[in-house]
């Protein structure tokens, strides 16, 4: 049992999560992840403190701050290298910071959480299309939709990916779906974006 000063360390880290949590729901992403990275940097079990980093890599996701991400989410991966849930975080970061061979490099091989491994796979794929490996691309979005078919994120993609390989009516049928399985979600606002650029140049690759 630990001693009593390192039981009161861990319920103050503890508390302290929760409470970031709490302001993440509130709407304050920022500071929770303020909070977040300044807990995982604590000392203390390093399992528990990789899940605080991957909170606060979530909480600057939400702050729509990639380049803090990759740092929560890097320093996650020191404590916990193989976390599926910092390495999809990290990828996605990758990817909208232009580092797509990153990301590339953080998923494979996949994470061994097969839970995790079709969101793994979209995020892959996209990092694969940016590479101009759309032939890569494909394979693995035909992969998650094999496991999550009804999957928005999943739809979303690979309906960009047969937009470059000029399948138009798939691309369309990709899109449309989207908007019927997650009508609220960003990705069917992005669904409908594209769209609109094809209904404007139905030809454009």
Do not use: F, K, N
Request: proline share 8%.
């Amino acid at each position: 049992m630990p001693p009593p000063g390192r039981r009161g360390a861990a319920a103050c880290i503890a508390a302290g999560r929760w409470g970031a949590l709490a302001q993440l729901a509130l709407g304050d992403a920022h500071g929770a992840a303020v909070a977040l990275d300044g807990l995982a940097h604590a000392p203390g079990d390093p399992a528990t403190r990789a899940a605080i980093a991957r909170d606060a890599a979530g909480a600057w996701a939400v702050d729509g701050d990639p380049p803090r991400v990759l740092d929560s989410a890097g320093y996650g991966l020191i404590l916990a290298p193989r976390d599926a849930g910092l390495l999809i975080l990290h990828a996605r970061a990758a990817v909208a910071g232009d580092r797509a061979a990153q990301a590339v490099a953080d998923l494979t091989p996949l994470p061994s959480d097969p839970a995790a491994q079709a969101e793994a796979l979209v995020v892959r794929a996209s990092a694969y299309r940016r590479l101009g490996r759309i032939d890569l691309a494909r394979a693995d979005i035909d992969q998650a939709l094999r496991r999550t078919p009804q999957d928005a994120a999943a739809l979303l993609e690979r309906g960009i990916v047969r937009q470059r390989l000029g399948d138009m009516p798939g691309a369309r049928a990709d899109w449309e779906q989207v908007m019927e399985v997650a009508p609220d979600s960003r990705q069917a606002d992005l669904a409908r974006q594209d769209l609109a650029v094809l209904e404007a140049d139905p030809d454009a690759p």
